[in-house]
């Protein structure tokens, strides 16, 4: 399995780790997941730690408005909390995060769990 979820429910946060090399396929997977469980439980609070992953440099600079515009079409709504975590590719990382808020998604990586937990808070 690429990525686990976890229901947090005295926080009420869905919590998603994923331990493989992160496609576009898998990211596309991993938002979905998130996606039907939000809606599933009503929490408006995801973490995603991909600090278990290894990066996929092969995925072109538009994976990240393509990412975007799926969120769109799962219907997360822009006020939902999205935090992820990350170790390497810092740069790409970054991209996605400022092409989600120029969409008006509320979403923030950070460099550790707690970090992300306090935030989501």
């Avoid at 039907?36 to 990240?64: N, Q, S, W």
């Amino acid at each position: 399995m690429d990525h686990t979820l976890e229901i947090d429910s005295k926080n009420q946060i869905i919590r998603i780790t994923a331990t493989c090399e992160l496609n576009q396929k898998i990211r596309k997977q991993i938002l979905k997941d998130i996606a039907e469980m939000l809606k599933k439980y009503g929490y408006a609070r995801a973490l995603i730690d991909l600090t278990g992953t290894e990066f996929d440099y092969h995925v072109p600079g538009t994976g990240a408005a393509e990412l975007t515009a799926y969120m769109g079409t799962l219907g997360l709504p822009p006020q939902t909390k999205l935090a992820f975590t990350y170790a390497e590719a810092e740069p790409h990382r970054k991209h996605y995060q400022q092409v989600c808020q120029r969409e008006g998604y509320n979403v923030l990586y950070f460099k550790s769990v707690n970090e992300a937990l306090g935030w989501l808070k």
